[in-house]
């Protein structure tokens, strides 16, 4: 049987942000026979464009969605273990977090640096998430998803996805094209962990661990989090908002002999490439805690953009090309946002 569509659906809690938006159409998809169900026959061509939203955490609604949306649901987990690694496949409606604790309770590392991050699984390999040091590209192995155009399933390798910096396939050619529905990771049972990444160590030692466990750099990543990140159920927000500019080495040191008394924050990249933390860049224009009606930034990290209740998305929007405008007026830096804007 066809999944039922829903019409004029509300939107307000299928993201982050809680920003009022509509739907058109709205579908829930929990396996693949409904997704081959719902394409199977012609599809109606007033409920197109289409949208695959997960969580919700990576987008902002600047208006009504005048097409379908699609939510995927399912959420199954399993995994099989080979030697040292473990191969796990979550489907594209598990909460990705869910994810990283099913592994670390199970002693399958890779994805601990991971932990907390909002959002889904079938959402992750499309930005490419990652967090203190490690990429999903990094234990990627492949993903299922549902092709529209030819309504057939396939499967897409680490190849395929073109995984770069927050950044994919998905959020370019292929854009609209593929709904993803699971997702297949390779960790390990002799992990090697990843520590010297934010402020990771420093946690790890004013907490007296010397020879930290997965779990440890999960908790330790989750109190981070929790102390950087507002939670959206408490303050509407998608998490980090702009992506951290790569510069060349070449760039930063004229930038820091232009400005002989900031001390930059950056991350190396590769022996010619550094990574500019945007957060603060934002906050040296003086953008850190600051209220705008409704919307504003983050009081403890800039890089998160709030509703601090009713602002709508236009209102969130406009206030993040003011931040642009100010960091490449100052730095010559123009930030890219990384939440999808709608």
């Known amino acids: 049987m066809k999944p039922p569509i829903k019409e004029h659906f509300p939107l307000k809690s299928y993201n982050t942000f809680g920003v009022e938006a509509f739907a058109r159409f709205f579908v829930e998809i929990a396996n693949e026979e409904e997704l081959t169900q719902l394409f199977g026959h012609q599809r109606d061509t007033t409920l197109n464009p289409m949208l695959v939203l997960g969580g919700g955490s990576n987008i ?37 977090n869910e994810l990283v604790w099913y592994c670390v309770n199970r002693g399958f590392g890779g994805i601990e640096n991971l932990a907390l991050i909002p959002g889904t699984v079938g959402a992750a390999p499309i930005q490419n998430i990652g967090a203190y040091g490690v990429e999903l590209g990094d234990v990627f192995v492949s993903c299922r998803v549902f092709d529209t155009q030819r309504v057939e399933f396939l499967t897409f390798t680490k190849a395929d996805c073109r995984f770069a910096y927050r950044d994919s396939i998905f959020k370019h050619e292929a854009k609209g094209r593929y709904i993803i529905t699971d997702v297949t990771l390779n960790l390990s049972l002799t992990p090697a962990l990843n520590t010297s990444y934010g402020a990771i160590e420093s946690e790890l030692s004013r907490r007296h661990i010397s020879n930290p466990s997965i779990k440890d750099i999960a908790d330790v990543v989750s109190a981070i989090r929790t102390d950087k990140l507002p939670d959206p159920a408490t303050i509407g927000n998608s998490g980090s908002f702009f992506k951290n500019p790569i510069i060349t080495v070449q760039q930063l040191d004229g930038m820091r002999t232009a400005w002989p008394g900031l001390d930059f924050v950056f991350y190396p990249v590769d022996t010619d490439r550094v990574k500019l933390a945007a957060g ?9 805690g600051k209220r705008v009606g409704d919307a504003g930034t983050w ?18 929007y406009n206030l993040s090309e003011q931040i642009i405008h100010d ?10 946002r990384e939440v999808n804007i709608l």
Do not use: P, Y
Not at 280 to 288: A, D, N, S, V, Y
């Open 60 to 96: 902002l609604f600047t208006q009504d969605f005048d097409g379908l949306v699609i939510h995927m649901t399912s959420d199954n987990i399993r995994h099989e273990i080979s030697g040292t690694t473990a191969t796990v496949t979550a489907g594209a409606g598990v909460v990705w």
């Open 280 to 288: 603060w860049l934002i906050e040296q224009c003086g953008w850190k």
């Open 299 to 316: 009081k403890n990290q800039a890089l998160v953009l709030v509703n601090h209740q009713n602002a709508t998305g236009a209102e969130i």
């Open 327 to 336: 960091v490449k007026e100052r730095f010559g830096i123009t930030l890219e």
